[in-house]
């Protein structure tokens, strides 16, 4: 009796080890058939800002940039004229020279502020300030004071720049008689790109 019971417990232990056997061989087995863990996927990185003064109000008086010669009313030459971007594309930058060799520079740029283009001119014979924008017909036109050094006073002034289907700009400046309040031409000048320019631009 006790021989049996020993075979009987020698076949119980020995199925029980086969049975643990069989169950390591099948974990074993599917871990290896189980895919290996994926690494998280990156986050998206945000967009890249837009560069500054990259919008299109931006670029409105853009049609003026360039090297000029500027013609009077009666076709003579008045001067030279560079207009310049300048402060990644935030500002232009003007400066003019006359046939007399008289000078002047101006500053403009759209002023978010107040939602207008603004210029600053500065000469030895005045500063002018004035803000705008496009009008209907795609012209530039600002509008402010024109403010003479020493005793030449103060009035109020108006320019109009208007690109022209040749290529070329009109630009029109008018002041108003403080006393009588009619306003009159100061300057009225026609834009021609410089001859190497002009070739470049077609």
Not at 152 to 177: I, K
Request: proline share 6%; with cysteine.
């Amino acid at each position: 009796m006790r021989v049996l019971r020993a075979i009987g417990l020698s076949v119980v232990l020995a199925g029980c080890a086969s049975q643990s056997a069989i169950t390591e061989e099948a974990g074993a087995t599917a871990a290896q058939a189980a895919p290996a863990p994926q690494p998280a996927a990156a986050a998206t990185p945000a967009p890249a800002p837009p560069p500054p003064c990259s919008t299109d109000e931006y670029h409105d008086f853009d049609f003026w940039i360039g090297e000029w010669d500027v013609f009077g009313p009666n076709g003579a030459q008045a001067g030279i004229n560079s207009i310049q971007p300048a402060e990644s594309g935030c500002l232009l930058i003007e400066h003019w020279t006359n046939t007399g060799g008289g000078t002047g520079q101006s500053y403009n740029f759209y002023d978010p502020g107040i939602g207008k283009w603004r210029q600053l001119w500065v000469s030895a014979g005045a500063v002018i300030d004035y803000a705008g924008g496009l009008t209907e017909t795609g012209s530039m036109l600002l509008e402010g004071e024109i403010r003479y050094h020493g005793a030449g006073g103060t009035a109020n002034f108006t320019g109009e720049w208007t690109p022209n289907e040749d290529g070329s700009v009109t630009q029109h400046f008018r002041q108003q008689n403080a006393e009588t309040g009619d306003w009159s031409d100061w300057f009225i000048g026609t834009y021609v790109r410089k001859a190497d320019e002009a070739t470049d631009v077609e």
